[in-house]
């Protein structure tokens, strides 16, 4: 059974900063990854979708990576801002879409 | 954009209450689902849907019910409502191996 792990489950870090954020999963025979931002009481806002073919993907200061032999994928945050505060979520699809419950990030100002 | 809009940000009802949480979807996205999320358990799949009148329990069907009469168009029925079915209602819509959107969720309150 695929289960997904995000630690830790909470961060915090400087203005400024470049930070990564980790995702593991049990089984490596996944179709793609997907991470998300959550801000608090609101919907899940989709940030970069890796397919199990890709290595990586990035969107302006994020980029995302993907080992499926490791069974990880990390997100990487540059030059972080207090805006970025959110929880990050990643979900893995197998034949079923698992998620991890997240690490919520608090840039300081 | 894929837009993802569902009908109530908040809702409050009583025990015993027939309720009715609504989510559409304007990309003709084939999958749809509904999840509930809770502090500490993340979010769970309630029930998806893959083609108009098609739907699939997911892991926490209990209590629920769901309703796709049009490809656009996801409801998520309580039958009757129950105290431990408050939480965060999210939907989402995805088309094949693509990216999942989800709309910006109905807190739901049961008294």
């Known amino acids: 059974k695929q289960e997904v792990t995000q630690i830790p489950a909470a961060l915090s870090v400087p203005e400024g900063e470049n930070l990564v954020l980790n995702c593991s999963f049990t089984?490596?025979?996944?179709?793609?990854l997907q991470w998300f931002r959550q801000d608090p009481g609101k919907g899940l806002t989709s940030l970069l979708l890796?397919?199990?073919?890709?290595r990586e993907q990035t969107s302006g200061r994020l980029n995302a990576s993907l080992d499926k032999s490791s069974g990880r994928s990390t997100l990487y945050i540059a030059a972080s801002q207090p805006g970025d505060s959110a929880t990050y979520l990643c979900?893995?699809?197998?034949?079923?879409?698992?998620f991890g419950k997240g690490t919520r990030l608090h840039i300081l100002p | 954009d894929v837009k993802v809009t569902q009908s109530s940000r908040y809702l409050v009802k009583r025990t015993g209450e027939k309720v009715f949480l609504e989510c559409v979807q304007d990309?003709?996205?084939?999958?749809m689902f509904w999840y509930r999320q809770d502090p500490g358990l993340g979010l769970r799949l309630i029930y998806f849907?893959?083609?108009?009148?098609?739907?699939e329990k997911g892991d926490i069907p209990e209590g629920y019910s769901v309703s796709r009469e049009k490809k656009e168009r996801f409801s998520l029925i309580l039958e009757s409502a129950s105290t431990n079915q408050t939480s965060m209602y999210l939907c989402?819509?995805?088309?094949?191996?693509?990216?999942?959107?989800f709309g910006p969720g109905t807190r739901l309150t049961v008294l």
């Open positions: 849907s893959y083609d108009v009148k098609m739907k």
């Open positions: 089984d490596s025979a996944i179709y793609n």
């Open positions: 979900a893995v699809r197998d034949d079923k879409i698992i």
């Open positions: 989402a819509s995805k088309m094949g191996g693509g990216e999942q959107f």
């Open positions: 990309m003709d996205h084939e999958n």
């Open positions: 890796i397919q199990s073919s890709q």
